[in-house]
């Protein structure tokens, strides 16, 4: 009997280390992502642009310096989607590679002709 409850011991012994060991290599494998978000035209920086990392599911904003930072990320291929309020979507497939420097996302600002946002006023003859 004493036996017996040496070896079950012995076992769960085993498993923890063996589950601890690979809970702190999977940490390993987790890396910081940084970047800047910045207008193609004319290169200022911009704020609160959202910024969304699939398959992790991670959504971040930048900051007033147009910058964001994105903590504990998988180096596995991902896909980084940006998006601004006058701005085209930004879409990118990020490579291990991607995770070794700093992004830098340029928008492209959508363009509107001032024509089609005004409406014409139409005056109504008053009685």
Avoid: W
């Avoid at 900051?63 to 930004?90: A, H, N, P, Q, W």
């Avoid at 024509?115 to 139409?122: A, V």
């Amino acid at each position: 009997m004493k036996q017996i409850k040496i070896l079950v011991l012995s076992v769960l012994l085993l498993l923890f280390c063996h589950c601890s060991h690979a809970q702190s290599s999977d940490k390993g494998s987790l890396v910081s992502l940084s970047g800047v978000v910045i207008d193609s035209v004319t290169n200022m920086h911009e704020a609160f642009a959202s910024i969304y990392l699939y398959p992790q599911k991670t959504t971040v904003f930048s900051d007033m310096t147009g910058r964001f930072y994105i903590y504990d990320v998988s180096c596995e291929t991902s896909l980084i989607v940006v998006k601004l309020l006058g701005y085209y979507e930004y879409k990118r497939v990020l490579r291990p590679i991607d995770f070794a420097q700093e992004l830098i996302i340029r928008l492209v600002p959508k363009t509107r002709q001032l024509d089609t946002n005004i409406y014409p006023i139409i005056r109504h003859k008053v009685r």
